[in-house]
């Protein structure tokens, strides 16, 4: 079936420097990806996302580019903070099958800024 | 706006029986979701709904059902839970698949 692939699965940084999470897909037809962002015990909230008429999307700290045509699309963390600790998901638009489509979630990337 | 929520937030079941979680949305969306999250396995989606009356399979839809007859809630069962049932359930809504999703704050079910 269609699936996200999402390196790496842990990822630790010093405060200050920069995280980069990668993420692949298999679905051409994909025209949609968000990043969700899932600190400890809460829920998923989304922070940023992209969609396929762009190759790149920035919010303050955060962006997003996508390579269509290579399949992957990466989130980019700047000048990390201890508060940016936390699982990080992406998701894509994926089909299986007629119009049956649906977000599928990579398996998600635990960051760990250290002060 | 209360948003996405969920009931009941934890619960412990024996094998066998049986239960409902209720995810409730006030955000008029058409959209609504089912996921469970184990460790290191992602969102997994169980079953999700394009409009009211219409329900689908996702990726692990084994051992659940589902129903929506009114639009702003989307109602999980399970008729005869198993251990690999224990999880926690995310529910979310959204305008459409291609916008964002807002999650309920979860159910930690435990099945013994």
Known sequence: GENVEQHPSTLSVQEGDSAVIKCTYSDSASNYFPWYKQELGKRPQLIIDIRSNVGEKKDQRIAVTLNKTAKHFSLHITETQPEDSAVYFCAAITNSGGSNYKLTFGKGTLLTVNP | ?112
Not at chain 2, 91 to 110: H, K, M
């Open chain 2, 1 to 112: 706006n209360a948003g996405v929520t969920q009931t009941p937030k934890f619960r412990v079941l024996k094998t066998g029986q049986s239960m409902t979680l209720l995810c409730a949305q006030d955000m008029n969306h058409e959209y609504m979701y089912w996921y469970r999250q184990d460790p290191g396995m992602g969102l997994r989606l169980i079953h999700y709904s394009v409009g009211e009356g219409t329900t689908a399979k996702g990726e692990v839809p084994d051992g659940y059902n589902v129903s929506r007859l009114k639009k702003q809630n989307f109602l999980l069962g399970l008729e005869s839970a198993a251990p690999s049932q224990t999880s926690v359930y995310f529910c979310a809504s959204s305008r459409d698949i291609d916008y964002e999703q807002y999650f309920g704050p979860g159910t930690r079910l435990t099945v013994t």
